[in-house]
């Protein structure tokens, strides 16, 4: 099956899948996001379905396990958050200033990696970092909601690209 017969056949399922990726995430913006993954990974390793099974429960598979690494990669993320508190108000106080100063270049940074991206991919973007939903984004702008979720997806993409040199320095 190819990629584009695939897509056909597996958009079919896309409001099942939705309803099942809502018990997952319990959030319609989160849930959107999974089935979008979810859809991108079947088309990507569609090669590896075998004609005459049940797709359906293929791509329930694919849902499951990415939410499953997903919801580990957020718990490593709550665990380093949690770590970070631990560090007492001396320590805090002693590293302030030194933050402020780097804090301060590398924003400069984000900001010139921003002005670097298209326009279409970083207005959207910077909207959904000031905390806008999807579906309000896409109002604003007038642009459908799966090419506003595209446009996020590319400039964190392009955004990674740029700031590697910060990635390798942290260890991020």
């Known amino acids: ?67 499953i690494n997903n919801y580990r990669k957020e718990q490593k993320k709550q665990d380093l958050i949690s770590t970070e508190e631990d560090l007492t108000s001396v320590h805090l106080l002693k590293s302030a200033a030194h933050n402020a100063s780097e804090s301060k270049f590398l924003m400069g940074d984000i900001q010139k990696a921003l002005d670097s991206i298209p326009t279409a991919y970083s207005t959207p973007f910077q909207r959904y970092f000031e905390g806008y939903k999807y579906a309000e984004i896409s109002a604003e702008l007038g642009i459908p909601l799966g090419t506003v979720k595209t446009h996020i997806h590319q400039a964190r993409i392009l955004l990674k690209k740029y700031l590697k040199n910060y990635r390798d320095s942290f260890g991020a």
């Open 1 to 67: 099956m190819d990629k584009k017969e695939f897509s056909l056949v597996a958009d079919r399922h896309s409001s099942s899948l939705h309803l099942h990726a809502m018990r997952f995430t319990r959030d319609d913006d989160e849930a959107k996001d999974l089935v979008q993954d979810t859809l991108l990974k079947g088309i990507r390793f569609c090669g590896n379905f075998d004609r005459g099974t049940n797709i359906k429960g293929w791509l329930y598979v694919i849902m499951r396990n990415t939410y």
